[in-house]
């Protein structure tokens, strides 16, 4: 009896105290409401984020970034309690409203760049009007507009208290601080258990800031925005901090570098022949030999490729500054640097360009660009870079009718700086010139201005009774994908007219013309998919069942990515020059290689004169990604590709791992801290 009584007593004891608990609980939330929405609200909006924009599982299930949210929201929170409660709602807005922007800036900011956005960036809004309908058309997305929701909570959780009455109760000065000072210490607290969880790796990256992705997924969005903060004001600080290592670093990595070049077969074969260089905008390799129903995508670009030296697994590496950085990695084969641009943050640093060496050897060097000279700051980094003159938007006749998306057709480039070539050829014994293409530029939408390119599918079909029928499949219309086809199909018959006119004026007759691809289109993974693996009975993507399915995943996308390189001249077909090189080679090889052909060396580049390394060589990207002629190298999943289905040991891949952080440590190095300059100076 006394047991039973006993178990009673204690049931009772237990529920008083589950109620007791859960009053107080309640009462908790209720009595600081709009602190749990505003950090519920933060801490989900981060989360979605990167959900929505990194799809791996060690992505979803990383507790690290929603603790270091979480530690965040609840750190700005806490100062809330400072507030009145009449004023605590417009605080907490304030903040979810920022927070909210941050995670809507880099959700779209993801969709084009694949990275995340940096403070540095701020300083590129002058140029969102030239570039707006891209922006629109292919970067804002429905999913970026989720954010709101944070914000829009929080108003209606405001609405409801005040319609209610919850929390208005008058609270002295010490009870607020006693509620702040409680709040904050949880959230120090949280910070310290969360960094205990950090390893040596996921510091070492949240210093170098250079793997934007990896940071997000350790650090979370907001603590990845501070510390791009800091990272940002380093041009403001360099000389106070930082040189001395930077410095010392530069140093013994040059010490081994030889002071006069290797020599190979190619050495000085160029040397003292004019040079047209092509800047060809989102010009990428799979279009090379590419055709619909018969007819080439790129006709005279495959010419090009097949009667000179082609280099078809090139690679462009390219950070945010997409092709300024190009512009910048092809010139002085250095590396775009971990935050902001080096065109728009460090024109006022010295670089080794191409232009400044071909000026000492009696060179007229030139580029054109029939753009507006300040977009990515060009005109001054083209000073920088060695150019003796830039013809811009300005020295071009532009008209409404001969405008193609954001500014003069490729078409009436190339004619009108056809008449500028011929005079700059009378004028001079020889020189250089950059000639950057515009059309090709996303949105890829003004289709009625490309002409006629049919990228759909075509089948003749016999009937019954012998005659014959053409069935129209879709295929490719009405996707980027197929637009963007119709446009580069527009910008090569523009490179062909301007061969043609180059050959008339006899302008093809010493001169070698190099072509690059300045970075990828940035199209959509689907419409790949689509172009690899249509179906035309359903007009729609094969089942992974189907013994003809072509597997396009990510690695096959980023892998997809290269643009093409190519070097010609109008004798080269059937000589020993013209050939297609397989092996890997990426954009910050090409000036060292045609450094070589031309006659000049640049002691302080980074890459390599690719035929001293052919079949050794490693393409670094500037998010710490790698590729080598073996292996695609993720750094985000610490996961890779092997290219030819052999083994891997760890010791290559460490080896190559810690080759790419020290190029990109050292690349940094020298734009940031003007090593170049100081260097020569002492």
């Not at 908790?28 to 979605?48: A, C, D, P, R």
């Not at 959900?51 to 700005?76: G, P, Q, R, V, W």
């Not at 909210?100 to 960036?121: E, K, P």
């Not at 090889?589 to 640049?602: A, E, I, K, R, S």
Request: glycine fraction near 6%; charge should be negative; aromatic fraction near 14%.
């Amino acid at each position: 009896m006394k047991n039973k009584l006993k178990k009673v007593l204690d049931k009772s004891k237990e529920k008083l105290k589950r109620v007791k608990t859960e009053h107080l609980i309640s009462k908790y939330f209720k009595e600081n409401i709009l602190f749990v929405t505003f950090v519920i609200t933060v801490v989900i909006n981060s989360t979605v984020l990167r959900f929505f924009c990194m799809h791996t599982i060690e992505n979803y299930l990383s507790f690290k970034a929603i603790l270091a949210d979480l530690t965040i929201a609840i750190i700005i929170g806490s100062f809330g309690y400072l507030f009145k409660p009449k004023n605590r709602f417009t605080y907490y807005l304030i903040f979810d409203i920022f927070l909210s922007a941050i995670c809507m800036i880099n959700s779209a900011y993801y969709t084009f760049y694949t990275s995340f956005a940096s403070i540095s960036m701020l300083t590129l809004t002058q140029y969102i009007g030239d570039v707006g309908d891209a922006v629109v058309e292919n970067v804002i997305q429905l999913k970026d507009l989720f954010y709101v929701l944070g914000p829009l909570t929080l108003i209606l959780v405001w609405l409801y208290t005040k319609r209610k009455k919850i929390n208005t109760k008058k609270e002295e000065k010490s009870e607020k601080r006693k509620m702040m000072t409680s709040t904050l210490g949880v959230g120090i607290c949280l910070l310290f258990i969360y960094c205990i969880t950090l390893t040596s790796l996921d510091v070492t990256r949240f210093v170098k800031q250079w793997n934007k992705e990896y940071i997000v997924m350790r650090f979370g969005i907001y603590m990845y925005q501070v510390n791009d903060l800091v990272t940002s004001l380093q041009p403001k600080i360099n000389s106070m901090f930082g040189y001395d290592k930077a410095k010392k670093e530069f140093e013994e990595y040059f010490s081994t570098k030889e002071e006069i070049p290797k020599t190979n077969e190619y050495t000085n074969i160029f040397e003292g022949k004019n040079v047209v260089v092509i800047h060809g905008e989102s010009m990428m390799t799979n279009v090379i030999d590419l055709a619909f129903n018969g007819q080439e995508v790129t006709p005279n670009l495959n010419k090009l490729a097949h009667e000179g030296m082609y280099f078809s697994n090139f690679y462009s590496e390219v950070s945010v500054g997409t092709s300024s950085d190009t512009e910048l990695t092809y010139n002085t084969s250095l590396l775009p640097t971990k935050s902001g641009t080096a065109f728009v943050s460090y024109s006022d640093r010295s670089y080794n360009g191409t232009p400044k060496y071909l000026n000492e050897k009696g060179y007229y060097t030139f580029s054109m660009h029939a753009n507006n000279g300040d977009f990515w700051n060009r005109r001054a980094m083209h000073a920088s870079l060695g150019y003796q003159k830039f013809y811009s938007k300005s020295d071009f006749y532009v008209t409404k009718e001969n405008v193609i998306g954001l500014g003069l057709s490729d078409k009436e480039f190339f004619h009108q700086s056809l008449d500028k070539l011929e005079k700059i050829n009378e004028d001079n014994e020889k020189w250089y010139g950059l000639f950057i293409m515009l059309t090709n530029h996303t949105p890829f939408s003004e289709i009625e201005k490309y002409g006629e390119f049919d990228v759909t599918l075509k089948e003749t079909i016999t009937n019954e009774d012998g005659t014959t029928e053409e069935i129209i499949y879709p295929y490719m219309e009405g996707t980027k994908l197929g637009n963007y086809f119709k446009s580069v199909h527009y910008a090569d018959a523009a490179l062909g007219e301007f061969l043609e006119g180059l050959e008339e004026k006899g302008l093809l007759d010493n001169t070698v013309f190099v072509l690059y691809g300045d970075h990828d289109a940035r199209l959509p993974k689907a419409d790949y998919n689509r172009l690899y693996n249509y179906d035309k009975e359903t007009d729609s993507i094969k089942s992974e069942d189907d013994p003809t399915f072509v597997p396009y995943g990510t690695y096959q996308y980023e892998l997809g990515r290269k643009v093409p390189f190519i070097i010609w001249t109008k004798d080269m077909a059937g000589t020993n020059l013209n050939t297609e090189i397989t092996e890997v080679m990426g954009m910050i090889d090409v000036q060292p290689t045609l450094g070589n052909m031309l006659g000049f060396y640049n002691r302080y580049s980074l890459g390599n004169d690719f035929f001293n390394v052919k079949g050794n060589n490693t393409v670094v990207f500037p998010n710490g990604n790698w590729v080598s002629d073996k292996i695609y190298y993720n750094s985000q999943k610490g996961e890779y590709l092997s290219l030819n289905n052999e083994a891997i040991s760890e010791e290559y891949i460490k080896e190559h791992n810690e080759y790419t952080n020290k190029l990109l440590d050292v690349s940094n190095n020298i734009i940031v801290f003007d090593l170049l300059e100081k260097n020569k100076e002492e």
